[in-house]
């Protein structure tokens, strides 16, 4: 079974909505904390927050502040990612990432990956 | 323009040893901040490969080990094998409150 499963690519045009999800599986939903890291073509990693959830708690980079929510479905296992108004350069794989501690901890499992183009 | 400093490229021939620092600073790793390494090899999600500065999770091989000092960190490969070509990433915390990665280093077996 696979711990961590991405919904498929999107492609959106510039100002739209995103909203990616991440699947868990096992009965650890509650234990570990969720991050989302981006990767754009050819570029290195970049986080953009984490999510709680238990209780849904947020911390989000400070350059995504304003256009990024992080959300929690627990009866469905399931993790959201939204990014608004997007422009060219959100362009990437977005992944999530499973962490035990809400901050300083290493990531593990990572999903397979979800890839936003955007483009007119 | 990452917070930790990695160099772009490494490379090394078989059975050699290969280094990759990651140099950060007072408001991470020289806070005490723990490092970690991945490994993303091409095409694949990042992969943990050294926790907590020096663990290996189970299944990394003991040609992989990592280590800290001040304000660095050090991820060492001995014994290079073709299947270690791919991308290293460090990833530590900044008191500014934000997880930070480092820019990545792409490893060339020759």
């Known amino acids: 079974q696979v711990p961590l499963v991405q919904s498929g690519a999107e492609v959106k045009k510039p100002g739209a909505s995103v909203k990616i999800s991440c699947k868990a599986s096992?009965?650890?939903?509650?234990?570990?904390?969720m991050h989302w890291v981006r990767q754009a073509p050819g570029q290195g990693l970049e986080w953009m927050g984490i999510?709680?959830?238990?209780?849904?708690?947020?911390s989000y980079a400070q350059r995504f502040q304003g256009r990024v929510t992080m959300t929690r479905d627990t009866p469905t296992s399931t993790f959201y990612l939204e990014l608004s108004s997007l422009r060219s350069e959100d362009t990437a794989l977005y992944y999530c990432a499973r962490s035990e501690n809400y901050f300083t901890g290493w990531f593990d499992p990572w999903g397979q990956g979800t890839l936003v183009t955007v483009s007119s | 323009q990452s917070v930790l400093t990695q160099p772009p490229s490494v490379s090394g021939a078989p059975g050699q040893r290969v280094t990759i620092s990651c140099t950060g600073s007072?408001?991470?790793?020289?806070?005490?901040?723990?490092v970690h390494w991945y490994q993303q090899l091409p095409g694949t999600a990042p992969k943990l490969l050294i926790y907590t500065n020096n663990n290996r999770p189970s299944g990394v091989p003991d040609r992989f080990s990592g280590s800290k000092s001040g304000t660095s960190a050090s991820l060492a490969i001995t014994g290079l094998q073709a299947e270690d070509e791919a991308d290293y990433y460090c990833q530590s915390y900044d008191s500014t409150g934000s997880e930070v990665f480092g820019g990545g280093t792409k490893l060339t077996v020759l």
């Open positions: 007072s408001t991470n790793i020289g806070t005490g901040y723990d």
């Open positions: 096992g009965n650890t939903f509650t234990t570990y904390y």
């Open positions: 999510i709680n959830p238990s209780g849904g708690s947020t």
